[in-house]
T-cell receptor
Framework: AQKVTQAQTEISVVEKEDVTLDCVYE???????LFWYKQPPSGELVFLIR??????QNEISGRYSWNFQKSTSSFNFTITASQVVDSAVYFC???????????FGAGTTVTVRA | DVKVTQSSRYLVKRTGEKVFLECVQD?????MFWYRQDPGLGLRLIYF???????EKGDIPEGYSVSREKKERFSLILESASTNQTSMYLC???????????FGPGTRLTVT
C-alpha cells in the first residue's frame, strides 16, 4: 500500500519569508515517482514536478526547490522569498511504476500575507 | 502546453437528474481520469481510462459511469444525481502510467 503524509495542514507566512512543505511517503516499490501539485483558489491543480526514485538530486526552479531524501522517505518543497501569488493548497503525490494510481497527500494550505 | 478542458465550471442539478460532465484533452494522452474532491477527504479517484472504450473503476465508482468513445474525450455520467454527489469534479490526463497528470479547471456540481 502506498501512503503520502503531509503533516502540516496550514502554514501562514509574511511575504518574502521562505516556507518549506513537508512530504513523507510510504511504499514497498523500489521504483516509484513523486509529484508536487499546486491548487490556487481558482481550483485547477497545476503540476509542478515529477521525480523518480532513482534520482535523488535536489532540483531548483526559480523560487521553488525540492529536496528528495530516500533515507527518510521524504520529498520536501521549499518556496523561497514567498509572494502572495504562492497562496494555494499544495499536494504531494506518489505513484508506483506502471501504476495508474496517484496517491495524494491531504494537502498543505499556504497563505502568504502582504 | 497540455490543455484539459471541462464543459462547465459550475453546474446546478436537481436530485434524480442525469448529469453529464465532459472532459477534453488536446495532447493525445493515453490515460484519462475522473476525481472528486471534497473537504477533509482529499482527491478520490472515481474512474480512469487507459484507451478508447476501456475503463477501470477507481476507489469510489458507485453512482457513476464513464464513456470514452474518442481518445481525447472522457465523460463522467451521474445516472441519477443525489445530494451526496455535490462536489468538485476534476478531470485529468496523462501520457502513460506513472507520468504526471494534467488537470482541468474542475466542475463544481451542486445537486439540490
Amino acid at each position: 500500500a502506498q501512503k503520502v503524509t503531509q503533516a502540516q495542514t496550514e502554514i501562514s507566512v509574511v511575504e518574502k519569508e521562505d516556507v518549506t512543505l513537508d512530504c513523507v511517503y510510504e511504499t514497498r516499490d523500489t521504483t516509484y515517482y513523486l509529484f508536487w501539485y499546486k491548487q490556487p483558489p481558482s481550483g485547477e491543480l497545476v503540476f509542478l514536478i515529477r521525480r523518480n526514485s532513482f534520482d535523488e538530486q535536489n532540483e531548483i526552479s526559480g523560487r521553488y526547490s525540492w529536496n528528495f531524501q530516500k533515507s527518510t522517505s521524504s520529498f520536501n518543497f521549499t518556496i523561497t522569498a514567498s509572494q502572495v501569488v504562492d497562496s494555494a493548497v499544495y499536494f504531494c503525490a506518489l505513484s508506483a511504476s506502471n501504476d495508474y494510481k496517484l496517491s495524494f497527500g491531504a494537502g498543505t494550505t499556504v497563505t502568504v500575507r502582504a | 502546453d497540455v490543455k484539459v478542458t471541462q464543459s462547465s465550471r459550475y453546474l446546478v442539478k436537481r436530485t434524480g437528474e442525469k448529469v453529464f460532465l465532459e472532459c477534453v484533452q488536446d495532447m493525445d494522452h493515453e490515460n484519462m481520469f475522473w476525481y472528486r474532491q471534497d473537504p477533509g477527504l482529499g482527491l478520490r479517484l472515481i474512474y480512469f481510462s487507459y484507451d478508447v472504450k476501456m475503463k477501470e473503476k477507481g476507489d469510489i465508482p458507485e453512482g457513476y459511469s464513464v464513456s470514452r468513445e474518442k481518445k481525447e474525450r472522457f465523460s463522467l455520467i451521474l445516472e441519477s444525481a443525489s445530494t451526496n454527489q455535490t462536489s468538485m469534479y476534476l478531470c485529468a490526463s496523462s501520457l502513460s502510467f506513472s507520468y504526471e497528470q494534467y488537470f482541468g479547471p474542475g466542475t463544481r456540481l451542486t445537486v439540490t
